[in-house]
């Protein structure tokens, strides 16, 4: 069965820091990859997503990752965050042979001190 | 957010009791998703349902739990019997027809049990 690790559960940073959230999974064939944010209260938003072609991935509010096949990662990455990036981020992978069915991530909690 | 709608937000039960949580796709979309996620946990997989058919339960308890997708009217997912085990914030995700498109999530319903 696949399963996805984000090794850094909780991660505390200064604004206008640089951001890098690990993700790695476990499946050797196709995959569809996703990263969702879940600000405080809120419901899961896509960020960004890969399902084939070029793998930086550029999604919203600035974020991108990165997909390396090689290393079953699809790290998320942002240059400056804000304080308003505040919130939980959750990795997810789909692989081709398990239907419609998203595997997550146990999410990192992001807190941007101001 | 103008998509899935979950009801109620909040649900408290007591042991032994009936919970039914609800949930209303995004317009045009006629794929249904449950996930459970477990404090201080990622979001788990429960199942997977189209207008009336169930795709995959593989996430599902065996017993007490149940989901369900009419013609008319929202998803309902309905656990029986409660127990403390079954505190957590339940989401409901929905996409369209085409198969791995990004699913797009409520607010999920927290359930606790007394």
């Known amino acids: 069965a696949q399963s996805v690790s984000q090794h850094n559960h909780h991660v505390i940073l200064s604004e206008a820091a640089s951001l890098e959230l690990g993700c790695n999974y476990s499946?050797?064939?196709?995959?569809?990859l996703f990263w969702y944010v879940q600000y405080p209260g809120q419901h899961l938003q896509l960020l960004l997503k890969?399902?084939?072609?070029?793998?930086l991935v550029k999604g919203i509010k600035g974020f991108e990752a990165e997909f390396i096949k090689s290393k079953f990662s699809f790290n998320l990455r942002k240059p400056s965050v804000q304080w308003s990036d505040t919130a939980e981020y959750f990795c997810?992978?789909?692989?081709?042979?398990?239907?419609?069915?998203?595997?997550f991530g146990g999410g990192t909690r992001l807190m941007v001190k101001p | 957010n103008a998509g899935v709608m979950q009801n109620p937000r909040h649900l408290v039960r007591r042991r032994g009791q009936e919970a039914r949580l609800r949930c209303s796709p995004m317009?045009?979309?006629?794929?249904v998703y449950w996930y459970r996620q477990l404090p201080e946990e990622g979001l788990k997989f429960m199942v997977y349902?189209?207008?009336?058919?169930?795709?995959?339960e593989s996430g599902m308890p065996k017993e007490r739990f149940s989901a369900e997708f009419p013609k008319e009217g929202p998803s309902i997912l309905r656990i029986q019997q409660v127990v403390r085990g079954d505190s957590a914030a339940y989401f409901c995700?929905?996409?369209?027809?085409?198969?791995?498109?990004?699913?797009?999530f409520g607010d999920g319903t927290r359930l606790s049990i007394l």
């Open positions: 995700a929905s996409s369209t027809d085409r198969e791995v498109q990004p699913q797009h």
């Open positions: 499946y050797g064939g196709t995959v569809n």
């Open positions: 890969y399902f084939s072609g070029d793998p």
């Open positions: 997810a992978v789909n692989a081709n042979n398990a239907g419609n069915m998203l595997t």
């Open positions: 317009k045009g979309h006629s794929h």
């Open positions: 349902l189209q207008k009336e058919n169930i795709i995959d």
